[in-house]
Nanobody, 122 residues
Framework: HVQLVESGGGSVEAGRSLTLSCKAD????????MGWFRQAPGKQREGVAT???????SYAESVKGRFTIVKDNAKTTLYLQMNSLKFEDTAMYYC?????????????????WGQGTQVTVS
């Protein structure tokens, strides 16, 4: 049984930090590309950050320098550390898995999705 379960969302003031977690049960993070996506009300889901099987990270321009994606292969857990949060970072954040070691940022490349965790920045 495979599932992705996000946690760590919440309401924070602008400029503060938040770390999201995604427990990837049934996945091997050394064979999968993993990604974080977000969707704000009235907007399309967009890629935030990805990390490939070897640990190479990639970021959307809007979060570069502020967000960091990391993974713990042994714990099969993906993280997104978010610093200097802005109002425009407010969205539902989703964890996604792609059963290929290499990553692409587009959501169409990801097969499995978590239920999401809400981040609200005020």
């Amino acid at each position: 049984h495979v599932q992705l379960v996000e946690s760590g969302g919440g309401s924070v003031e602008a400029g503060r930090s938040l770390t999201l977690s995604c427990k990837a049960d049934g996945y091997s993070l050394v064979t999968h590309c993993m990604g974080w996506f977000r969707q704000a009300p009235g907007k399309q889901r967009e890629g935030v950050a990805t990390i490939d099987a070897e640990g190479t990270a990639s970021y959307a321009e809007s979060v570069k320098g502020r967000f960091t994606i990391v993974k713990d292969n042994a714990k099969t857990t993906l993280y997104l550390q978010m610093n200097s949060l802005k109002f425009e970072d407010t969205a539902m954040y989703y964890c996604a898995a792609r059963p290929i070691p290499q990553c692409k940022l587009g959501q169409q490349y990801y097969r499995d999705w978590g239920q999401g965790t809400q981040v609200t920045v005020s």
